[in-house]
C-alpha cells in the first residue's frame, strides 16, 4: 500500500486561531482529498483537489476552509478561524485515477480546538 | 447526493465464527465499492474493494458482494480472528475519472468485537 504521510500528528490550538495541516504527495498520485473525523462517528468527505484546483466540496468545507499545494509539493488544508466542533481527525487521502480507484489515506492529524 | 447505510452498528461474534456487514446505497452512478478496516486511534485502511461491473470478489478469509439492482453491497470475513476486532466502513463513489473525482461517501460504521 502506497505510503501517505500527513504533519502534524496533533494540533492543539486556541479557538479563532489558524492551523494548516499537511499531506505529502505520492508521486503519480493525481487526486486529493481531505476528509474528517469526528471521534466515535463515520469519515466525512471535505474537498476533493485535481490539477491544482478544487474540483468538488462538502457543505462542511465552508469559507473558512481552503486547501492549496503552495510549492507544487506538500498539499495543504487552512483552516482560518478554528471553532470548537472543528476538533477532529483529518486525513488526507490520495487516488492515482484512471483505471486505479483506490484511495489510500494518511495517518492524520488531530485537531484540538481549545 | 449520495447516502450510504450500514448495518448492523455493532458485531460481536466469537473466534471462528463468520461476521457479516451490509450496505446499502442510493446513487445509481456510483460504480466503486471499498471496505475499510480501522482500528482505533489509527487511519482507515483499504481492505477490499469491488467495481460495478463485478458481483463479488474474495481476497483470503473476506470476501464482497455487490448487488446493483438491489443497490446493496455486503462484507463476508469467515474464520474470524481476535485481529479481525476493529471498525469497518463501507463506502460508494463515483470512481475518479473523466467527469468524476472520486469523492468517498461513507456509511456510520460497524464496531467488530471477536471474543477468544
Known amino acids: 500500500e502506497p505510503e501517505v504521510t500527513q504533519t502534524p500528528s496533533h494540533q492543539v490550538t486556541q479557538m479563532g486561531q489558524e492551523v494548516i495541516l499537511r499531506c505529502v504527495p505520492i508521486s503519480n498520485h493525481l487526486y486529493f482529498y481531505w476528509y474528517r473525523q469526528i471521534l466515535g462517528q463515520k469519515v466525512e468527505f471535505l474537498v476533493s483537489f485535481y490539477n491544482n484546483e478544487i474540483s468538488e466540496k462538502s457543505e462542511i468545507f465552508d469559507d473558512q476552509f481552503s486547501v492549496e499545494r503552495p510549492d507544487g509539493s506538500n498539499f495543504t488544508l487552512k483552516i482560518r478561524s478554528t471553532k470548537l466542533e472543528d476538533s477532529a481527525m483529518y486525513f488526507c487521502?490520495?487516488?492515482?485515477?484512471?483505471?486505479?480507484?483506490?484511495?489510500?489515506f494518511g495517518p492524520g492529524t488531530r485537531l484540538t480546538v481549545t | 447526493g449520495e447516502n450510504v447505510e450500514q448495518h448492523p452498528s455493532t458485531l460481536s461474534v466469537q473466534e471462528g465464527d463468520s461476521a457479516v456487514i451490509k450496505c446499502t446505497y442510493s446513487?445509481?452512478?456510483?460504480?466503486?465499492f471499498p471496505w475499510y478496516k480501522q482500528e482505533l486511534g489509527k487511519r482507515p485502511q483499504l481492505i477490499i474493494d469491488i467495481r460495478s461491473n463485478v458481483g463479488e470478489k474474495k481476497d483470503q478469509r473476506i470476501a464482497v458482494t455487490l448487488n446493483k439492482t438491489a443497490k446493496h453491497f455486503s462484507l463476508h470475513i469467515t474464520e474470524t480472528q481476535p485481529e479481525d476486532s476493529a471498525v469497518y466502513f463501507c463506502a460508494a463513489s463515483r470512481a475518479a475519472g473523466g467527469t468524476s473525482y472520486g469523492k468517498l461517501t461513507f456509511g456510520q460504521g460497524t464496531i467488530l468485537t471477536v471474543h477468544p
Open positions: 487521502a490520495q487516488a492515482r485515477g484512471g483505471w486505479s480507484y483506490e484511495q489510500y
Open positions: 446513487d445509481s452512478a456510483s460504480n466503486y
